[in-house]
């Protein structure tokens, strides 16, 4: 009962790493849209192409993407970084915003600080606190309403521009970005954690038989190149038998294949880590189950990967292997089945 109950939890967790995150008093999306039909009572953080904030949100937003809209009401704050962005809704906090086009056109209650490439002030927009604003170009309607502060800078500006603004501008972008990276990383740890550790617990054996596999039998870069052709061809295997239209319930079982495989490779690379870890220190002569080293090596592997480019090639490298050791773990063992 006990087992039954882990894996119930575990596979809960493992559509966590590969849907939105619902945690106590957040809600994370990644590449998912909040529609108006809807009303969210949770701060929610957002990633994605093009995320779309329709709901009306009981807290504070924090979104980057590639374009950003947000029209429906926010009771506190919100934090953008985007290509562009957009607020046609009603605000009663703050907004701080990075991006190449800006566009205000909405009550907002709270301050507004703002840089971009342009920045638009809609007829309809009241900005009760004022805007702290650097821009290209700044463009305000004649039916905007701005009351309170309003220090704007263009490049027409030069000199008169105060440059403690753009302080007040990076200081409040940076608390916002710390806490959607640190909310993050909480998420994907404890995930990658109930994850790991439950198939570990579940299946100790063929826990331990993949763990020798992938740190002993099998050299890092041969199963780095083959999760590299597995992520690679796999996509384009499933695209083309769903473009033809032969096959599609052949693509669709793939494609439900491919999913669980990168649901696994991601909880199972901190793992996979940890063990590599062990092994460089410790050098032991078996590999076996380490519930110690499997966690700090999810704990660690994803602080690695916040470094730019060096930890992102780090950590990118630990998930294609695992992918790749993963196939062909199962491969072999259903080799020795027949």
Known sequence: ??????????????????????????????????????????????????????????????????????????????????????????????????GGTITLDGIIDGEVMIAGGTVKIGPSAVLRKGIYATAGEVIIDENASIIGVKEIKTDEDGKKWDPSVEGKIAGAFAGAFFGIVLFWLIARIVTSLVVALGVMWIFPKISARYAEFTIKKVPFWKNLLYGFLYVIVGPIAIFFLFATGVGALLAGLLLAIYGAYFIAAIAFAGVNFGYYLKQWIKKPKKVENDYLWAILGIVLLPIICLIPIVGWLFGGAFFIMTYGSLVNSDAEMIKKLK
């Open 1 to 98: 009962m006990k087992k039954l109950f882990v894996l119930i939890t575990v596979a809960m967790f493992s559509i966590g790493l590969g849907l939105p995150l619902i945690a106590d008093g957040a809600t994370f999306l990644e590449d998912q849209n909040l529609t108006g039909d809807q009303t969210v009572n949770d701060n929610v953080y957002a990633f994605g192409q093009n995320p779309v904030i329709s709901a009306n949100v009981n807290g504070d937003v924090h979104v980057a993407g590639g374009n950003i809209v947000v029209t429906g009401d926010v009771t506190e704050d919100i934090s953008a970084a985007g290509g562009t962005f957009s607020v046609t809704g009603d605000v009663k906090g703050d907004v701080r915003a990075v």
